[in-house]
């Protein structure tokens, strides 16, 4: 069955976004055939969303229909070499949710990948808001402070935040590989008018997934509430010139990208313990 078969509507009640970079090479390695990771300076780029979304449901149905509930996404800033151009967007790496059954319907429905259901924790004080997940595969710890100045993070290719927020906000679209070497495009729904986002500074962050990737932080924003709508999946064919084969490309330690992706499965490192 083809993955994403509805279209959703929802409305993002609170939702932040973390930038972090990595070199291409790496990024690249994580994606599937036929997928490169949108570059900048030598890095591509991994943008970790946690948002509180309401009305959650199938498109046309009443919003008082829909679900609650808090999404963490870990999505690599991708292009897909489609037969009429370039597709960009997000390709998601995991996702975790506070929903069982948001959780269980995205694993069977959706490319989003989720994992098991585990408590997401926001909790705002004015001037900071800290943020944790409970999984027990990625769990997670950030503290945002507004009274502090956001800043570039240290090593940047960017030449200014204004520079690093133009170009890392993300194309409306999910891209999923499908049969055939083609890719899955979920189309995104927003009014882009009213679209607002503000750098916010990182008091600290604590990934476990990205505990063994080679990830050094970029930006943070947060994003005023905004309605959106995902579309179906809708399948685009390869450009002729595609050589797409297996999911596994080696990385520069001879890992394949399958391997990569499980990182999340190993046991805690001492450092990640404070999480637990």
Request: glycine fraction near 12%; include cysteine.
């Amino acid at each position: 069955m083809q993955k994403n078969p509805v279209a959703m509507e929802g409305r993002l009640e609170r939702c932040w976004l973390f930038a972090y970079r990595m070199p291409s090479a790496f990024a690249d390695s994580l994606l599937p055939p036929g997928f490169s990771a949108v570059e900048f300076g030598g890095f591509g780029f991994m943008g970790i969303v946690v948002c509180e979304i309401s009305g959650m449901r199938p498109a046309g149905m009443p919003r008082a229909a829909g679900l609650r509930y808090r999404h963490v996404g870990y999505r690599l800033h991708a292009r897909f070499g489609g037969a009429g151009g370039d597709e960009e967007g997000v390709f998601f790496v995991r996702s975790d949710c506070d929903s069982g059954l948001i959780a269980a319907g995205g694993k069977w429905l959706t490319d989003f990948r989720f994992g098991a259901p585990c408590p997401v924790e926001i909790v705002d004080g004015g001037r900071q808001t800290l943020i944790r997940v409970e999984s027990a595969e990625a769990a997670a710890e950030v503290q945002i402070d507004r009274s502090v100045r956001p800043e570039l993070g240290w090593g940047s290719p960017f030449a200014s935040l204004r520079e690093a927020a133009d170009f890392l906000r993300y194309k409306p679209a999910g891209i999923a590989p499908a049969a055939g070497g083609a890719a899955n495009i979920v189309r995104i729904r927003r009014d882009e008018s009213a679209w607002r986002q503000h750098l916010v500074a990182v008091r600290y962050a604590r990934w476990r997934f990205l505990r063994r990737m080679p990830a050094e932080f970029e930006i943070a924003y947060e994003v005023d509430p905004i309605d959106y709508r995902w579309g179906r999946g809708e399948i685009v064919l390869p450009s002729g010139d595609c050589t797409c084969g297996e999911w596994g490309r080696a990385d520069s330690q001879g890992r394949r990208s399958s391997e990569v992706q499980c990182f999340s499965n190993q046991p805690p490192s001492s450092i990640d313990r404070d999480l637990d």
